[in-house]
């Protein structure tokens, strides 16, 4: 379909550190390969998707969230002529830089470091992790990942002017990343908006006929499923009609991008780059859709006040977390401690919470903040 704007693994601008080529493997495999041997990749098993670890060993979590993704990804890629080893690579590291507890622990890291100056973003700290603080190589720092697959990870789901982020200026800022990295945002959203409505009716919070009467496109789904299979069980009714949804949404992506580009009239790769918009996006029929099932989930799932409150807790325990490491510097590790007489004491600690995982945030925490409080009560 689109093949001929498919990026070409032999166009890629390389490594940081060059390397031999594989005999077997193009780059973007071995980058694919490379993320998922990553220490930081089999950390998202234990953070938070929306559920927090723990509840159920059946909801999401940030690692198999990743996976659905991909596999999203890389069917549309597929489907459309594109590189999918390109956009596997990219969908298996977008999520790579999630501190603990999901988007509420990214905005209270935010909210700590705007004291400073700075800022959190969990793309361009997952930047920072395959460039610097993964290592498994005795050759070079990180990973060493292709340019493509780098620039991907800051640019999958915003594109930046030049001057915007000074420190992001090497990945072509004003150029719209490739049409493989393009995907990646509305895979996500497509994998999110579905398995979320899973995991809702799976504890329990949410019924059928409350999407039925907010999603349009579900009401359709379900209503026929109902009319299929009259004698399948509430569970198995639903989980066809959300299967129904996730490969309408799919399928919207596919056609809608295919009618994008071909709108565009672009010829290659180069001119995906320099088109002034993405040209990865749903037909408008599914972008209603994702619409619908956003506002669904953020009126009936998101807000409802057993996650509300879990998240109060989560991100009042990090901000202190921030703040006594702040005072205390000796408390943190001591690859920490010594990456902090080169770096600014904010960033480490920032670098040091975003990297853990919600468990082991939760161990620090009783082990330091708490019995640090604990020994304050006790000093007269």
Known sequence: MLSHLRFPVEAGRGRRYPEPEHPYRTA???????????????????????????????????????????????TVAGVLGLNADLSEALALAHDLGHPPFGHAGEAELNRQMNAFGDSFDHNIHALRLVETFEQRYARFPGLNLTFEVREGLVKHSRDFEPGELPEMEEYLPGFRPPLEAQLIDLADEIAYDTSDLDDAFAAGWIHPDQIANQVPAFRDAWETVQTMFPGASQRDQF??????????????????????????????????????ERL????????????????????????????????????????????????????????????????????????????????????????????????????P
Do not use: W
């Not at 949404?249 to 991008?257: A, K």
């Open 28 to 74: 973007f495999q071995r980058d694919r390969d490379r993320v998922i041997h990553s220490r930081a990749f089999r950390r998202l098993e234990a953070k938070t998707q929306v559920f927090a670890t723990g509840l159920s060993d059946h909801f999401r979590n940030r690692l198999t969230h990743t996976l659905e993704v991909a596999q999203i990804a890389r």
């Open 239 to 276: 989980l066809e009609a959300e299967r129904s949804v996730l490969n309408s949404l799919v399928t919207g992506l596919i056609e809608g991008t295919l009618a994008a580009a071909n709108s565009a009239h672009v010829t290659d790769f180069e001119e995906v780059r320099k088109f002034p």
């Open 280 to 379: 990865a996006r749903f037909t408008p029929q599914c972008a209603g859709a994702a619409r619908d099932l956003k506002s669904f989930l953020q009126n009936f799932m998101y807000s409802a006040a057993d996650l509300e409150s879990g998240r109060r807790v989560a991100t009042a325990r990090l901000a202190k977390m921030f703040q006594v490491f702040l005072k205390r510097p000796d408390l943190l590790p001591e690859n920490y401690s010594e990456a902090a007489l080169s770096e600014p004491l904010h960033r480490v600690i920032c670098d040091y919470i975003a990297g853990m995982t919600d468990p082991y945030f939760e161990r620090v925490y009783s082990s330091e903040v708490v019995k640090l409080d604990s020994s304050a009560e006790r000093t």
